[in-house]
């Protein structure tokens, strides 16, 4: 998922590395996901976050999602203008082998 945010205080990029900073540990604490700035690293307005969630069930992975970006709402650090969400099921990919079972015998 890819949340795009816009800072409106502030006004440098020590104050931007400040909220995404906050934003992606208090994400990676609360819902063990992965957490990083994916893009406009060098504008101090735009911040562009990625998440990933892992899981069995895409019901799951997808509930985990919509929590995050709830979260990253009502932290209120910076107003959400954009959420992308895109989810993968491996399990359904042409290109993915099967894994072989090493540990039967």
């Known amino acids: 998922m890819t949340i795009t945010l816009h800072l409106g205080q502030g006004g ?3 104050a931007k590395r400040k909220v995404v900073r ?3 540990d208090r994400v990676r604490a609360r819902f063990n996901a992965a957490a ?3 893009g ?4 101090w307005q735009r911040i562009e976050l990625g998440f990933t969630v892992c899981g069995n069930e895409p019901a ?3 509930n985990q999602m919509g929590s995050i970006r709830r979260f990253v709402e009502r932290l209120a650090l ?9 989810l993968i099921n491996l399990k359904e990919m ?3 082998p099967a894994a072989p079972n090493d540990w039967e015998t």
Do not use: F, G
Request: charged share 30%.
């Open 12 to 14: 440098s990029l020590k």
């Open 22 to 24: 906050s934003i992606t």
């Open 36 to 38: 990083a700035e994916i």
């Open 40 to 43: 406009s690293q060098d504008l």
């Open 60 to 62: 799951h992975v997808d």
């Open 78 to 86: 910076a107003e959400i203008t954009d959420v992308r969400l895109e």
């Open 94 to 96: 042409t290109w993915a």
